[in-house]
């Protein structure tokens, strides 16, 4: 799986979007891009996948660069209980596993 | 409602006597898996099963047994615990390994072995 680069640590004012960027130069083409959160030691949560197209779901948005070497999660209103740590990970090769990096953590402020 | 769920939440052992955690989940899902996680460290994968009878070892397997007689239940054994086996560990299901399928994680269980 390739690797990815994320900040490690953000801040988002409460009800502003939240945009949390990944870096992943080096995907193939038959990889996706995941997101997941782990909010203080909790079981880590999905929130998003996607492999070519920007996709959306109940709780965000993912931005997939056309070159797909980057990628961008979009909270669009954050709130106090999205203060978590955010996992970008590319996904192809390992069956099953998921390889995470120290993520993003991300704190939204009153 | 779709979980994975763990158990005990949080134990204190001493070295050397044998546990269990258990795992549940209840979405029909072939593949099961169990990470610790330690600071600075992330997650690792210990052991994974991709269907009944079927597992195998992942990162950080050593000290650690799995077993798969049901398709809804992992329990993690620690035969001889070790104060380096004091951790945060979870217990993760998705429906298969595929790369398209995202996956469901209990809640954590965080042990202490002193």
């Known amino acids: 799986d390739a690797k990815t680069t994320q900040p490690p640590s953000m801040d988002c004012a409460e009800g502003r979007a939240a945009n949390l960027p990944c870096n992943h130069s080096?995907?193939?083409?038959?990889?996706?891009v995941y997101w997941y959160r782990q909010i203080h030691s909790q079981g880590p949560q999905y929130i998003i996948h996607?492999?070519?197209n920007n996709e959306t779901n109940e709780m965000a948005s993912l931005i997939i660069t056309e070159d797909r070497k980057s990628s961008t999660l979009i909270l669009p209103h954050a709130t106090l209980r999205d203060t978590a740590v955010y996992y970008c990970?590319?996904?192809?090769?390992?069956?099953?596993?998921?390889?995470f990096g120290q993520g993003t953590i991300l704190t939204v402020h009153p | 409602e779709a979980q994975v769920t763990q158990n005990p939440r949080y134990l204190i052992t001493v070295t050397g006597k044998k546990l269990t955690v258990t795992c549940s989940q209840n979405?029909?899902?072939?593949?099961m898996s169990w990470y610790r996680q330690d600071p600075g460290l992330g997650l690792r994968q210990i052991y994974y099963?991709?269907?009944?009878?079927?597992?195998d070892k992942g990162d950080v397997p050593e000290g650690y047994k799995v077993s798969r007689k049901e398709k809804r239940n992992f329990p993690l054994i620690l035969e001889s615990p070790s104060p380096n086996q004091t951790s945060l560990y979870f217990c993760?299901?998705?429906?298969?390994?595929?790369?398209?399928?995202?996956?469901?994680f209990g809640q954590g269980t965080r042990l202490t072995v002193v």
């Open positions: 996607g492999l070519k």
């Open positions: 993760a299901s998705s429906s298969s390994g595929t790369v398209n399928t995202e996956a469901f």
């Open positions: 080096t995907i193939s083409g038959n990889e996706y």
């Open positions: 990970i590319a996904r192809g090769t390992s069956y099953g596993k998921l390889t």
């Open positions: 099963s991709m269907n009944v009878e079927v597992t």
């Open positions: 979405m029909n899902h072939e593949y």
